[in-house]
């Protein structure tokens, strides 16, 4: 069954932080997505600590640094849904994220972006539309 939202960890060399950021997202309140991990290029261990979520982390790994944008760009061939969000592997989600977000955009079906509010990360944030980046999409 195709998961709803595509859940896209970039990461480079950053080993240390990704027990955190995993572990935000097995917390979240919202339950129907799936992980894709990019390794873009890592120089430390990331590829072998992977190993072990084989079949619950979708990881996809370049031979070397392309940059965070390449690095997104193949999260997102690897995804099988229609929602995609970006989590950097050295951040954190508060537990309603994906829950308020995916609301949003049940509650607004034309969006096709939103981002936080700035401000306190200790509760979540209603999501609002991205009118900058609207503004730059042609149909």
Sequence with gaps: ????????????????????CLDSLLKQTFRDFEIIVVDDGSLDETAESLTQFQGNIKTV????????????????????????????SDDHWMPEKLEVQVRFFKENPDAVACHEKGGARDQAQEPEPSSDLLAQIRF
Excluded: C, E, T, Y
């Excluded at 790994?61 to 950097?88: Q, Y």
């Design 1 to 20: 069954m195709q998961p709803l939202v595509s859940v896209i960890i970039v990461n480079w060399n950053g080993l240390s932080h990704l027990p955190d």
């Design 61 to 88: 790994r370049h031979s070397k640094n392309l940059g965070v944008s390449a690095a997104r760009n193949s999260g997102i061939k690897a995804s099988r849904s229609p929602l995609i969000a970006f989590l950097d």
